[in-house]
């Protein structure tokens, strides 16, 4: 086997110092500023050794640096849960005569819109990402994706018992249509993936309807 692939090599580890020409190192000052130049670049080499930025699984990678891997990397943006509802007020026949002004009108707004955390946002990641059950999908495949999400924290992977806990039926009449049928809504991630499903945020990977329902 090749050595290369085997044992692939470690990014580097310590900087390359800086340091004073030998006709300063006399001066606490400027042996001061290198040491200190060298322990800032120092730490900002482990960060970047520590923070992968293809693996948005790793722990530090979080908040707006997420955002930036999600989109940046991935082209996938944070999702958002929604509740909200806007109804335009003041087109004809919306209003009784007289309650506005002439040409008024005013936008009705209710229910709540609040971004995924990091937490939700990586498994909104995993759904697309994760290629471990190779390319070709069936049933069993797509149980795996959902429980992903149902329990993947942070888009990690998942048991085969955890997998189990999700139940999908084929309908044929009078459509072809997945019926995908989630454990308790007592777990948040079965509401929130019943949520982005409808909304078209998780897509399936092939064209068939489906229907989601919390048990």
Do not use: H
Request: net charge negative.
């Amino acid at each position: 086997m090749n050595d290369s692939i085997s044992n692939p090599p470690l990014p580097l580890q310590n900087i390359i110092p800086s340091y004073a020409y030998t006709q300063f190192q006399d001066d606490p000052n400027v042996v001061a500023f290198f040491t200190a130049y060298n322990t800032l670049a120092q730490s900002y080499l482990a960060w970047f050794n520590s923070v992968p930025f293809s693996v948005y699984t790793n722990a530090n990678v979080n908040g707006s640096l997420l955002d930036w891997i999600g989109t940046g990397i991935y082209g996938i943006t944070r999702p958002v849960f929604s509740t909200l509802s806007t109804n335009f007020v003041g087109a004809l026949n919306t209003v009784p005569i007289n309650t506005l002004p002439i040409d008024g009108s005013y936008l009705e707004q209710e229910g709540t819109a609040i971004s995924a955390t990091d937490d939700f946002y990586k498994r909104v990641l995993t759904w697309f990402l994760y290629v471990g059950d190779g390319r070709m999908c069936n049933a069993m495949v797509l149980r795996r994706k959902i429980a992903r999400f149902l329990y993947g924290v942070n888009g990690t992977d998942i048991t085969l018992s955890q997998v189990q806990t999700v139940s999908i039926a084929v309908q044929t009449t009078p459509t072809l249509e997945y019926l995908i049928v989630l454990p308790s809504a007592a777990n948040p991630a079965s509401g929130y993936f019943q949520e982005l499903y409808n909304s078209g945020v998780l897509q399936l990977p092939f064209q068939v309807a489906a229907t989601v329902t919390v048990v």
